[in-house]
């Protein structure tokens, strides 16, 4: 399991999390899908800016110490009403500290409902948006791998304001990305 995965590392200091595989389920714990397969591992705080690997929050595990260092979640964005991307965050800083271990096992089963196929796609598409902006507007980064980040979360934001069908907002957000 998990604490296996940072155990080979000997619970080196350059290891300091490890994240599992989920699968989407139903409410009554029917898989629907596999989440995909990730195999990044490592250092890939890059990757992670621009294509989320790890998922979502339940399927990390970080050392306590760590976690603290980087200051835990980042309440900010629940109260400015675009919560929802905390985990995000958190993922990311950590990733900058620290190199994040995969488990290449289904061990989280991502609950899936109603509520989250309507009005909070474009709230957590906000929220993404806006934890991508922190993240890159605190530099250490190269101006290609700010730039795609930046552009692929502007796409994700319109998509999601396409799949709400509010037209001048997804335009708004593509010619951002342009």
């Keep these: 399991g998990n604490r296996a995965a940072l155990a080979v590392h000997r619970h080196s200091d350059e290891w300091g999390a490890c994240y599992a595989l989920h699968r989407m389920i139903d409410p009554f714990d029917k898989v629907l899908d596999d989440a995909p397969s990730s195999r990044e591992r490592g250092d890939f705080f890059e990757e992670h800016l621009v294509w989320n690997p790890i998922g979502n929050g339940s399927s990390l595990l970080v050392r306590r110490d760590l976690a603290l260092r980087v200051g835990g979640f980042n309440s900010d964005y629940a109260r400015a009403g675009i919560g929802g991307c905390e985990d995000l965050e958190f993922q990311l800083k950590v990733l900058r500290r620290s190199k994040i271990e995969v488990v290449r096992e289904f ?18 598409r906000l929220s993404k948006l806006a934890v991508i902006e922190t993240i890159v507007g605190e530099g250490e980064m190269s101006e290609p791998t700010r730039k795609r980040a930046l552009v692929q979360a502007y796409l994700t934001l319109a998509k999601g304001f396409l799949l709400v069908r509010d037209w001048r907002a997804a335009a708004k957000w593509v010619f951002a990305g342009c």
Excluded: E, K
Excluded at 107 to 120: E, P, T
């Design 107 to 124: 061990l989280v089963g991502y609950r899936l409902h109603a509520a989250q196929m309507s009005g909070d796609i474009v709230r957590m």
